[in-house]
């Protein structure tokens, strides 16, 4: 029998017994059966918890292009492998086949050979969404260098400090990028990061916007000049089933930036097999993931994952608002999308907008729709189950990390019954265990706790890149032996899980312990609100209290604000208690994001404390203008 799909749940618990029993002979036969190698491992899998010392595959030979395009070339060749919806509408779609594909990839990396690039090279990719990424991204894949993508809205100081931790020997970028009515000069920005960047000896220009651009002789070179030279055939580098793949830095709260090193045959087999299961994917479907591939949900599910099935996924280069606000769905109808992957972020400023834009177009190509990125909150799951997804077709609430390489806790869909703002159960080979203040595991059910994994999976990140004692200090040391997500959830009475937000969301309010976001979630149902961020902050006598950070909808018949206030808080007190109301509210005009979508709740706690001396690395935030108003106005 074969475990690569899950068809029903009876099968779903035996291929999870069956992963947790002999989690050897599980992932051995996903990987005999569904992948091609030079070589079969000698062990399918080594590990030292304390040591944070994990092997997959050990030995196995393995080269991750050769399964994402060479091998579906005779039964897929013509198939599109990617489709390309620009920016703008009006300009043509482009639709790359699996051929297509291999010869752009291969050219790509003859080219890169050709700069002198081998096996183990660092090579920093900022580009917009545009096909050249995934071709730069698979044409490192295919010689063995390893991309470091930095998504092309990071600052020239961000771009820096990743190049410099990594020593990147390449840059490839583009003059500029379209993003929704505005041009963004990417060269520019790469020009000022490198003035501090050494070991940088080669910048390819993909052009994009026709932006004029100074080109650094003996340093930076036309890309396209070089694909035309280049043959469009290549031999795929050797890989070692531990050779990295990979380095993408995650925003940690504070400090240097992490750059988790993710290995080659582990994450190849694991973000496939989630791929399938998670996405229900079937040879004709259409597949649709709106992150960048700047983020390690574009590399795992834009790119690799889709391709290592042989799938059809788009790039979408646009934003959700331009040129209105009904891009997303006339994408959905345009391409007729199957499956449909998003943040909550995203869906919550859509359903701020009128639901017409969303009915005009027709959605009925859809079968699965996913969330990712953060707790999803009740509302926003029912507006995305109601007015996407047309109550037909399962949300995917997929509960992962850049950490973590794939997907971990989410539903199977028309497998799992779903139930709003729930991961659901853990996918086969991941045993999530909840852990109490003692370090001790939690068992049974309805219980919350601090959410650890207890047993390796294939695409665990193998360490922080340059920095293996930080890795083992931030991952494996608050629960020796098992690795600690940061996050926190509970476990429901038939063993479901619910994140609840990061383990540092949850403030002490008079010895309650309260986690944030219930409580927005509650408040974001409160007719006047588009959405909220509570924090902590120090009181005399509670020991802490709750400061909101809230957004308004444009509702006129709110004018009285401290009415508002005060049926904001009413409305806490018979959601979640008396005990959560807030004891300060703060309208504001937008609140500090990431450039995926997560709420910097360290700068909201210190404005909330009256602290404005250090806001630390803010150079993550997409819109870091918000904090001076917040500051300002604050209570
Ligand atoms: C894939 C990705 C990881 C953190 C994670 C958690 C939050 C992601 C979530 C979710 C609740 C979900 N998170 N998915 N929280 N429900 N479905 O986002 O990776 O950028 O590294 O962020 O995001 O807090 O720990 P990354």
Known sequence: MSYYKIN?????????????????????????????????????????????????????????????????????????????????????????????????????????????????????????????LAVAVLACARIGA???????????????????????????????????????????????????????????????TNTEVKMKEGRDLWLQPLLDEAIPNNVAEIMDAEDPLFILYTSGSTGKPKGM???????????????????????????????????????????????????????????????????FWEVIDKHKVSQFYTAPTAIRSLAKESTEWVDKHDLSSLKVIGSVGEPINEEAWHWYNDHVGKKKCPIVDTWWQTETGGIMISPVPFVTPTKPTYATLPLPGIQPVLMDEKRN????????????????????????????????????????????????????????????????????????????????????????????????????????????????????????RDNLRKEINEHVASHIGPIAKLDKIQFVSGLPKTRSGKIMRRILRKIAEGDFSNFGDITTLLNPEIVEEIKNERL
């Open 146 to 208: 390893i991309h470091s993508v930095v998504f092309a809205g990071f600052s020239a100081s961000a771009i820096a400090s990743r190049i410099i931790d990594c020593e990147c020997k390449m840059v490839i970028t583009s003059d500029g990028a379209y993003r929704g009515n505005k041009t963004i000069d990417l060269k520019s920005i790469v020009d000022e990061a490198l003035e501090k960047c050494p070991t940088v000896t080669t910048v390819l220009v993909a052009k994009r």
């Open 441 to 560: 595991e939690i068992e049974g059910n309805q219980v919350v706790g601090s959410l650890c994994i207890k047993f390796p999976w294939p695409s665990i990140a193998r360490t922080i890149w340059g920095d293996h004692q930080r890795y083992k200090e931030t991952y494996f040391s608050a629960f020796p032996g098992k690795y600690f997500t940061g996050d926190g959830a509970l476990r429901d009475e038939v063993g479901y899980y619910r994140i609840t937000g990061r383990v540092d969301d949850v403030v002490i309010v008079s010895g309650h312990n309260l986690g944030t976001a219930p409580i927005e979630d509650a408040i974001n149902e409160h007719p006047a609100v588009a959405e909220s961020a509570i924090v902590g902050f120090p009181h005399d006598i509670k020991g802490n209290a709750l400061y909101g950070f809230i957004i308004l909808k444009e509702i006129g018949e709110y004018r009285d």
């Open 261 to 327: 090193l993710h290995t080659t045959a582990g994450y190849m087999v694991y973000t496939a097999y989630t791929f399938k299961n998670i996405f229900n994917y079937e040879e004709n479907d259409i597949y649709w993931c709106t992150a960048d591939i700047g983020w390690i949900t574009g590399h795992s599910y834009i790119l690799y994952g889709p391709l290592l099935n042989g799938a059809t996924t788009v790039i979408f280069e646009g934003v959700p608002s331009y040129p209105d606000f009904g891009r």
């Open 8 to 132: 029903n749940l009876e099968e779903y618990f035996k291929h999870y017994k069956k992963s947790i029993r002999e989690p050897r002979k599980f992932w051995g036969k996903v990987a005999e059966e569904n992948f091609t190698w030079y070589q079969t491992w000698d062990k399918v899998m080594e590990f030292d918890m304390a040591e944070a010392d994990i092997k997959w595959f050990t030995n196995a030979k393995v080269n991750i292009t050769k399964n994402c395009i060479d091998r579906h070339l005779a039964k897929r060749g013509n198939k599109n492998a990617i489709i390309f919806e620009p920016n703008d509408p009006k300009e043509a779609a482009q639709y790359i086949t699996y051929n297509e594909l291999y010869d752009r990839v291969a050219k790509m990396a003859n080219v890169l050979r050709e700069q002198g690039i081998k096996k183990g090279d660092r090579i920093c990719i900022y580009l917009p969404m545009i096909p050249e």
